[in-house]
């Protein structure tokens, strides 16, 4: 079993930057896939951004390229999605996942675990 919990959301003007992290429960860790998904209010959930088990293939989504960045410290049993140049369409729950293979994916359905979310919301 793993566990996930996210922090570092929070309210940020368009623009500007944060930096969520997702820290992971469980002896495996470097051997997952992981990913990024946000959520916006009546929207279905969306993939962000994935990295595979060592940190060194990464898929975004096309919204986001060059503003946002995937990274991992196994180390740390950590994730982060460094966010940079905000946007309000950006405003959204944000939910880290773990994949139990170690190629990463675009696809929902191949991540077993899941965080419980962090919020964020950008201003105009």
């Known amino acids: 079993q793993v566990q996930l919990v996210e922090s570092g959301g929070g309210l940020v003007q368009a623009g500007g930057s944060l930096r969520l992290s997702c820290a992971a429960s469980g002896r495996t860790f470097s051997s997952y896939a992981m990913g990024w998904f946000r959520q916006a209010p009546g929207k279905e959930r969306e993939f962000v951004a994935a990295?595979?088990?060592?940190?060194?293939?990464?898929y975004y989504t096309d919204s986001v390229k060059g503003r946002f960045t995937i990274s991992r410290d196994n180390a740390k049993n950590t994730i982060y999605l460094q966010m940079n140049s905000l946007l309000p369409e950006d405003t959204a729950i944000y939910y880290c996942?773990?994949?139990?293979?170690?190629?990463?994916?675009?696809?929902?359905?191949?991540?077993?675990?899941w965080g419980q979310g962090t919020q964020v919301t950008v201003s105009s």
């Open positions: 996942a773990a994949s139990a293979i170690p190629i990463a994916t675009m696809t929902r359905r191949s991540y077993s675990w």
């Open positions: 990295l595979n088990w060592n940190g060194d293939t990464t």
